[in-house]
């Protein structure tokens, strides 16, 4: 038995000593137990710890995945922010060139002849 499995067998004792149950572990207990008292307790500590390891153990499996694939979400939402920064610019450098009025052309004329 390794140290988290014995915090949880220490956690379903506390249950136990403080009257404080998860109703369905101990309903499904004292069923089973056909009413005896102390195979109700027996089960409750039984069912409780498996339940406690499968939440402890999904829990841990959600981190790892968290930890696998963080950084690449990370990477893949940066990659779209900057792609989007890259759009907007030349898009709208481009609608501004489209929009802006017309530049008139500068003509050298000589006006030295009309005196």
């Not at 709208?92 to 609608?95: A, G, I, L, Q």
């Given at each position: 038995m390794d140290?988290?499995?014995e915090q949880f067998?220490?956690?379903?004792?506390?249950?136990i000593e403080k009257r404080v149950y998860v109703k369905s572990i101990f309903s499904k207990a004292f069923s089973e137990a056909g009413g005896n008292k102390e195979k109700t307790v027996a089960?409750?500590?039984?069912y409780r710890v498996e339940q406690l390891k499968d939440e402890y153990y999904k829990q841990q499996k959600?981190?790892?995945?968290?930890?696998?694939?963080?950084?690449?979400?990370?990477i893949i939402a940066i990659s779209i922010i900057i792609w989007i920064c890259i759009w907007a610019r030349s898009y709208?450098?481009?609608?501004t060139q489209q929009t802006s009025p017309p530049q008139q052309q500068s003509t050298n004329v000589d006006y030295s002849n009309y005196r």
């Open positions: 140290k988290t499995e067998y220490e956690m379903a004792a506390e249950e089960l409750y500590i039984k959600e981190v790892k995945k968290q930890k696998m694939f963080g950084p690449a979400i990370d709208y450098s481009n609608k």
